[in-house]
């Protein structure tokens, strides 16, 4: 039996388009990038994710000549949002990223490891995690982790 799988997201030209509360997230996200430690890729992402008790938190990715002893900006905030508020759930997570000194044309997608740990904070808040991922260009808006990885790895 063949089966197909489809992904809906949206999609919006500039920041200003955005519902004021994502926008804001997004902001804090590009704002993050500049935190970044990335000598080596010169490839600086940041991320910020919005709590349901309200709480904003920001990271960035942070590189080591120990490659690949670093880590990417999504699961430094995820970590960072597990220890300091545990047991409250994520609602949104933000991520940008710039080459040099400019935002990316298109947006920059979480690698495997990071979508994983997404799905993670999404489980253990018990709804959905609704991902912003801002560029130059355009802007898409991901209704729910599952969408980045249907075939997910949640069997615990």
Do not use: W
């Not at 999609?11 to 804090?28: G, H, R, V, Y």
């Not at 430094?76 to 609602?91: D, M, N, Q, R, T």
Request: with cysteine.
């Amino acid at each position: 039996m063949k089966k197909k799988i489809t992904i809906e997201y949206q999609e919006f030209k500039s920041i200003t388009s955005l519902p004021e509360d994502d926008a804001l997230l997004l902001k804090e996200a590009v704002s993050a990038t500049d935190l970044s430690y990335s000598p080596y890729s010169k490839f600086r992402v940041g991320a910020a994710v919005r709590m349901a008790n309200g709480q904003i938190l920001k990271a960035s990715n942070q590189e080591s000549a120990a490659f690949p002893s670093g880590l990417c900006a999504e699961r430094s905030v995820l970590f960072y949002a597990f220890s300091k508020y545990p047991g409250v759930a994520v609602e949104a997570l933000a991520i940008a990223a710039k080459k040099g000194k400019k935002l990316t044309a298109t947006p920059t997608r979480p690698c495997g490891a990071c979508i994983q740990v997404m799905l993670d904070a999404q489980n253990r808040g018990g709804k959905p995690v609704k991902v912003i991922l801002g560029a130059a260009e355009k802007i898409e808006v991901i209704s729910s982790v599952n969408d980045l990885i249907p075939f997910s790895f949640d069997n615990l």
